[in-house]
């Protein structure tokens, strides 16, 4: 009997990931490689994706594959099959599935990766069960995407749920997207790292103990790294997390003003730092929120699949048509 098997591939500012997943959301084979630089042509990217695909599919029966689908950390137009931008790869108006679809002979679904992520977390995670739910991926840059009643809304053109690219500082720091002051700049983890290499540039005596662990070398400086300071206790790193933390909560106070949601799920590679980020963002959350102590609140919490939602959610989105 065919065991209706899928493959995702999860494509980040930083690493392709891909994996065989079946029915339950679990992962059988896995792969991974670097996203090429952000100057080379789409068609490098391109290969990448179809390198990935078929490895994963030597190590499986062709026939049991029924769908590969892809995450694209960019915006995704209605008919999903096109990148219409990516702010952190080379993607213009790019036509993503045919480019790949005469190379690699399955049914091919593009999507945005935090829908992706979101599917995941809602067929298999934290918001199995839930009908209204907004999920937040804070990685490079933040990624975003709403369902309700099982159906993710992707907007009139596809591009719905980029609410890393809100607004929140009139005059803010520069995006990568052309405005100032989006919310990606104040609550992602370029934000977490530029603040840190910031006050370890202006000779900050505060951040003496982070540098010294990095054997004074700041360009070593991530957003992993500051996470494990963290959890050592420096206070350095716990409160450039806590800062992060805040605008987080102030940018989910506004989506609950804008959706009114009974869940939020906050995933990506900067919710590791666990409770010393979602911790400070519910309190700014519950100081932000409109009419505060007179409507119910959202709860927030933290994924629960990490960083493989992306992939999970790319394939059962593919297999399931959704």
């Given at each position: 009997m065919s065991r209706r098997l899928a493959i995702g591939i999860d494509i980040g500012g930083t690493k392709v990931a891909g994996g065989v997943v079946d029915e339950s959301g679990i992962i059988t084979h896995r792969t991974r490689r670097d996203t090429p630089h952000r100057s080379t042509s789409p068609a490098v990217v391109e290969n990448t994706i179809v390198e990935s695909v078929e490895e994963l599919l030597s190590h499986v029966d062709r026939d049991d594959v029924v769908a590969v689908g892809i995450g694209a950390a960019g915006f995704v137009a209605e008919d999903r099959a096109t990148v219409v931008f990516a702010p952190h790869l080379s993607w213009?108006?790019?036509?993503?599935?045919?480019?790949?679809?005469?190379?690699?002979?399955?049914?091919?679904?593009?999507?945005?990766?935090?829908?992706?992520?979101?599917?995941?977390?809602?067929?298999?995670?934290?918001?199995?069960?839930?009908?209204?739910?907004?999920?937040?991926?804070?990685?490079?840059?933040?990624?975003?995407?709403?369902?309700?009643?099982?159906?993710?809304?992707?907007?009139?053109?596809?591009?719905?749920?980029?609410?890393?690219?809100?607004?929140?500082?009139?005059?803010?720091?520069?995006?990568?997207?052309?405005?100032?002051?989006?919310?990606?700049?104040?609550?992602?983890?370029?934000?977490?790292?530029?603040?840190?290499?910031?006050?370890?540039?202006?000779?900050?005596?505060?951040?003496?103990?982070?540098l010294a662990r990095l054997g004074g070398d700041a360009a070593a400086l991530t957003g992993p790294f500051i996470t494990e300071s963290a959890r050592d206790g420096d206070p350095t790193a716990r409160e450039l997390?806590?800062?992060?933390?805040?605008?987080?909560?102030?940018?989910?106070?506004?989506?609950?003003?804008?959706?009114?949601?009974?869940?939020?799920?906050?995933?990506?590679?900067?919710?590791?730092?666990?409770?010393?980020?979602?911790?400070?963002?519910?309190?700014?959350?519950?100081?932000?929120?409109?009419?505060?102590?007179?409507?119910?609140?959202?709860r927030i919490v933290r994924a629960v699949l990490g960083s493989d939602a992306g992939l999970i959610g790319a394939a059962e989105l593919a297999r399931v048509g959704r």
């Open positions: 213009r108006n790019e036509p993503l599935r045919q480019a790949l679809a005469h190379r690699i002979d399955l049914p091919i679904t593009v999507d945005n990766d935090a829908n992706a992520a979101a599917w995941a977390e809602a067929s298999f995670g934290a918001a199995k069960g839930e009908s209204h739910v907004v999920v937040i991926t804070l990685g490079t840059g933040i990624g975003g995407a709403l369902i309700i009643d099982g159906t993710v809304q992707r907007g009139r053109h596809g591009i719905a749920g980029e609410f890393g690219h809100m607004q929140i500082m009139p005059g803010g720091v520069r995006c990568e997207c052309g405005n100032r002051g989006c919310w990606e700049q104040y609550a992602s983890g370029n934000a977490l790292v530029r603040e840190a290499r910031a006050m370890i540039e202006a000779g900050s005596p505060v951040v003496a103990d982070l997390l806590a800062d992060i933390g805040k605008w987080l909560g102030i940018g989910l106070a506004n989506l609950a003003s804008a959706f009114d949601p009974g869940l939020f799920v906050i995933g990506g590679g900067v919710s590791a730092a666990d409770e010393m980020l979602i911790g400070p963002a519910r309190e700014a959350f519950r100081r932000q929120l409109p009419g505060r102590g007179y409507r119910p609140e959202a």
